[in-house]
């Protein structure tokens, strides 16, 4: 019995050996997808920036030889056209980023959102094209997700309900959220 027990314990050590190994891994390999995602985005602000900028400057230029009220409705439209191309720019960018990295950003979402309504299984509603992305992302889960059968109608991210709760996550929700804080700081950066 006592080399039964012994074997039974060398098994047990091994597997949980093998266990923090592979989870100390994907801790490693998320947080490596996260950090291109987070590089990725700084680039594509910046990018936005300098091609706002100049599209800023040309229209400027253009509306600043107009007098009068004409000539400054016509600036600040152009403004606000430059701001909607640079939150639609981000917005683009989120949904060209490739899988893995996209994946990355689900799942951080869905752990944010989780942890924002109490515990029990949470049903994720995604646009077709998501969804096997949403199937890889909720099968790494540290909460009960399920996906759901009918396709949300939003270009990007997710929807996830429980209950009565939902909360959407979906990108074009998360951009327009961010809108509202960030649009004075855009303007700053893009019209001094």
């Keep these: 019995m006592n080399g039964i027990e012994k074997i039974t314990g060398k098994i047990l050590d ?9 989870e100390a891994d ?8 996260i950090a291109e995602a987070e590089k990725a985005a700084s680039s594509l602000i910046d990018e936005a920036r300098l091609q706002a900028e100049k599209e800023a400057r040309s229209m400027a230029e253009r509306a600043g ?16 056209t430059l701001i909607d191309r640079a939150f639609d720019l981000a917005k683009q960018k989120i949904l060209n980023l490739d899988r893995d990295s996209y994946g990355a950003l689900l799942a951080s979402l869905l752990t944010e959102a989780a942890a924002d309504v109490p515990d029990g299984r949470y049903v994720m509603s ?3 094209k998501d969804r ?17 059968d009918y396709d949300a109608d939003i270009e990007g991210g997710f929807i ?7 909360i959407n996550c979906s990108v074009e929700k998360i951009i327009g959220g961010l809108r509202r804080i960030l649009e004075s700081d855009v303007f700053k950066v893009l019209f001094g």
């Design 14 to 22: 091994e597997a949980r050996d093998y266990a923090a190994k592979t």
């Design 26 to 33: 994907a801790k490693t390999e998320a947080a490596g997808i």
């Design 65 to 80: 030889s107009s007098a009068g009220l004409a000539g400054r409705n016509t600036v600040l439209e152009a403004k606000n």
């Design 126 to 128: 995604v646009n077709a």
């Design 132 to 148: 096997e992305t949403a199937q890889r992302v909720i099968d790494g889960a540290a909460v009960d997700v399920l996906l759901s």
């Design 160 to 166: 996830l309900r429980r209950g009565d709760i939902e």
